[in-house]
């Protein structure tokens, strides 16, 4: 990705409507963005794009992920601490 | 180099509840207006507000505005005006029916009409018994409210500018506000908004401190816009905090928690709320349970490496009744602290949650400063509204669930006095020939300086300095220091330095012009707390103890007033709590007690 791509992915995964959803997908881009493949970092761009509650609720196990072209990409953010 | 001049008859900055609601207003009343957000609208942090909107419907019990207006005149301990507070207690039941015409799907009850539940402080009949008063949408009452909102505002022809940020204020030579400065992240360009009304409904800023619950777009933007145009903040030292937050993460740990039999925990393995309040022990209120923790931290018996944390056990409790009654708990835990509830206590800290104070308006959402005489002296053009605006209805001490009331209430009444205000279709007035300057020059200075600070570290000293001086429970050798430090901070935050100078996307940047607001919040909190020299609701002070001349430490006499701090100078003057309402009587000083 182009560096203004990232930094419009990071921008979006770091100023959201919840700390909580800021976190974690603050951290994820940090440590594990980069070692997805290209597919996978295709997953996260569209998890990010769920509503804050949405993606908390996925997060924190409340709901699961019915999608399963995405249910990987929620485990490991399920796992990112 | 000339900037793009956009016009357009009202801007409005911020996409929350706030300004969402007030951009209904302006739009359903067909002018042309502007929201710019740095995000876009239905990820503003209204959606992280669950409890619900305070109004009296009266749906399932017998209720009244006056009563609310009670409640809240006594939660905010008198330092609410009163006009406004009953101008939104009130304006309730409206503001509520408004967003049922919105498609706000409401809980209800069999009858069809809106589920009320109870929430602390709110009262039925004068303080006697909790009354169900807070409307909510399940535990997601923000994010329906945005949703509502925003389509309402799509389908009246609101323009939307997302992922842009405010910068500054335009204001002509006779201090009529005729406009903002704002850069568009995806090019770096910096554009006019020419208006005849701005509306600044920014939201909060606790990210000034090192623990706090509010997401990272809470940076004070427009508290910053307002001081640097040399409009005052008002009762900047009220913070609300919240017990706890995971211990550097900010995260809320529900009080749910102690509800099912969590205890709070010092180094020495102390159940220590025994000591603080030996009856209602770890369920005491809010505030007492945050000055305990602050306490034992303080005195050496906080836990972890540096001692800055209590820990809040729950491994007594079955793991079932972890899993069954306090969902989510073990998730936030496990992800935010490392540790699994089950087998290990989970760190705490009280956490900073709402900024009572803000930019001064009246009930109506003008925004104003202080005249002459002492009284309120509107500046043209400038509105504000949602918690970067102090009306003041929280005073001293905020009540659950009239956050999103307030911001409906005089989200709605800003845009209603703006369109009050244009009527007659005045023309623009003409933008000052510098009107971009203030913001080129900041940016400016950013992008040439060598060898500054980063803002990675600014951001820290400003959040370690208000943590460490102006936390939940004050004191005045601290505070002292507080002054000094912020100030030694603030050359830091005059002396940012950023690597990456691209202009399109440029993250970085952004970040420092957040920064530059975040700094003028924090000098504007430590500087009117350590001149208030009382304990007032979520204000309190080691050396303004509770005694029969001054019951929790609250002095009418000298301090039943309002702080205004001014940029300039780091002055901080003072106006009269508004003490009349507007149709009732007054509601009479009594010490506040639950």
Redesign the interface.
Known sequence: ME???I??L???C???????????L?RFLEDAFGRLSESEQRAFIELADY???ALWRL????DECEDARLASIVAML?G?? | MSVPILKFDAVVVGAGGAGLRSAIQLSEAGLKTAVLSKVFPTRSHTVAAQGGVAASLGNSEEDHWRWHMYDTVKGSDWLGDQDSIEYMCKKAVEVVVDLEHYGMPFDRIDNGKIYQRPFGGHMSNFGEKPVRRACAAADRTGHAMLHAMYQRNVKANTQFFVEWMALDLILDAEGVVVGVSAMEMETGQIVIFHARAVIFATGGSGRIFAFSTNAFINTGDGLGMAARAGVPLEDMEFWQFHPTGVAGAGVLITEGVRGEGGILRNAKNERFMERYAPNAKDLASRDVVSRAMTTEIKEGRGCGPNKDYVLLDITQLEPEKIMKRLPGIREISIQFAGVDPIKAPIPVVPTAHYQMGGIPTSYDGRVVALGADGGNVVVPGFYAAGECACASVHGANRLGTNSLLDLLVFGKSAGDSALEDLKGGKAHRELPKDAADRARERIDAIDRRRGGVSVHEARQAIARAMQDHAGVFRFADLLHKGVAQILEVEKMVRNLEIKDKSLVWNTARVEALETENLIEVAKATMISAEARKESRGAHVRDDAPDTPEFPNGRNDKEWLKHSLWYREGNRVAYKPVRLKPLTVETVALKTRSY
């Open positions: 560096r203004a791509e930094e419009r990071r921008w979006r770091t100023r959201r409507g919840m700390l909580e959803v800021d976190m974690v603050g509503d804050d509650m997060i924190s196990a409340r399920r990112c601490r």
